[in-house]
Structure formats: structure tokens, C-alpha cells
């Protein structure tokens, strides 16, 4: 079972990577909490997460979370990726994983000659490019899970309120963070510097959510 502190091993290690990769402009290595009620929190140390929840549009939060710093790795391309965990005696309880691109990439495009050469900058620089925030959340509370209605764990695309695409159980720091570098900054020649974890979460979806498209994370072969 995945406590709190192998979860913060991972963020680090995984924060280090991304750092040797060259893919990273900018970190705050995770925080390790312990709160009232036998909780505990990974995330980035004394930061407010409410901006995340406030009603404003994606450029004025983006613009915040980046002024003051609310984010785990700012990738090359101004991407922010943001990751918060919190356990209840050792038992995961809640996440809340983040990926959210540059409102635009105009700042490359305009200026194409200086990344044209290096093909992780390919997508960047295509001008039909349409960022989209992604964001898995996981939250086992009674009171808000809900088969179908609120899957406890679930992909949330384009900050649609009700879109909760099921997930079969919470991501793990590895299955997040390679799961983004894999999809938004793979080229042919890339090469990454993180570090495998084969650990996983328990599965949580819901039978009736197994009817609908889904998300499975990885089943690790021996």
C-alpha cells in the first residue's frame, strides 16, 4: 500500500528527472504535512490551492498560480503542472493532479526561429495548437462519490465542470507526470530521465462506470 511518504519520494525524485530532462524552467520540490484529524498532505509548502476552485476566467488563474508559484514543475512551454495528495491514517483519501498549459503559445510562435530546431518545440510552434488543461481528481468522501454522477476517481478535460471522465483508481506521481511528458513533449530523438515506479493505487471505479468509456492506469507486468 502507498503512504504518504512514498508518494513524496516519488514527487521529488520524479521533480529531478524532469529537471535532468531539460523539459523544466522552473520547480518548488514537494512539502510534507501532517494536519489535524490524522491527515496528511503532500504538495508545494504554503501555497493557497483556493485558486484553483475561484470563478474566473483560465488566463486569470493561470496568471496566478504563476505569480505566486503554485505549482510543482513550469515546463519550457510555460506549462504548469501542479500535484496534491492527502491521506487519512496512511489511506488515501483525496488528489488532485494538474496540467495547465500557457493560456497561449504566442511567445514561441512569434518568434518561430529560435525553437524550429529542437523537436520538442514541433507542436508548440503549429499554430492549430488549441491548449487544454487536464486535471485527474480523486476524492473517496461519502458525501460527494457518486456512481456515473461523480466517479471518486476521474479526468476532468477543459475545466468543463461536469466533465468526469471515470478513472479506475487514483494515479500514482510516476503514472501522472509520464503520462503528460509522454503525450505533450515526446518527439523521435527525446529521451526521459525519470525514474520508473511500478507501485499503484487500489481500484476504486464503480461497476456501472466499467459500461461507459473509461480510463484504466497501467497493470505492471512482472
Do not use: W
Amino acid at each position: 500500500m502507498l503512504k504518504p511518504r512514498d508518494i513524496y519520494s516519488q514527487v521529488t525524485a520524479l521533480t529531478t528527472g524532469v529537471i535532468k530532462s531539460g523539459l523544466c524552467d522552473a520547480q518548488n520540490f514537494p512539502s510534507i504535512v501532517t494536519l489535524p484529524h490524522n491527515m496528511t498532505e503532500i504538495g508545494v509548502a504554503n501555497k493557497d490551492y483556493s485558486i484553483f476552485l475561484k470563478s474566473i476566467t483560465y488566463a486569470e488563474m493561470y496568471q496566478a498560480a504563476l505569480e505566486k508559484k503554485i505549482y510543482n514543475i513550469k515546463m519550457i512551454d510555460g506549462a504548469l503542472l501542479t500535484l496534491l495528495y492527502r491521506f487519512s491514517n496512511d489511506r488515501i483519501v483525496a488528489h488532485r493532479l494538474s496540467y495547465f498549459p500557457a493560456p497561449d503559445l504566442i511567445a514561441f510562435q512569434n518568434e518561430p526561429e529560435l525553437y524550429a530546431e529542437d523537436e520538442l518545440y514541433v507542436d508548440i510552434l503549429d499554430r492549430r495548437i488549441v491548449t487544454v488543461p487536464i486535471r485527474f481528481d480523486f476524492d473517496d468522501d461519502d458525501a460527494v462519490r457518486c456512481p456515473l454522477e461523480h466517479p471518486i476517481s476521474h479526468l476532468t478535460l477543459g475545466q468543463y465542470k461536469n466533465c468526469r471522465i471515470p478513472v479506475s483508481s487514483a494515479l500514482t506521481p510516476y503514472q501522472f507526470i509520464s503520462f503528460i511528458i509522454t503525450n505533450f513533449y515526446h518527439s523521435a530523438n527525446s529521451k526521459s530521465d525519470l525514474q520508473e515506479f511500478k507501485d499503484k493505487f487500489d481500484e476504486s471505479i464503480f461497476p456501472e462506470e466499467r459500461e461507459l468509456i473509461h480510463i484504466n492506469t497501467p497493470i505492471y507486468r512482472n
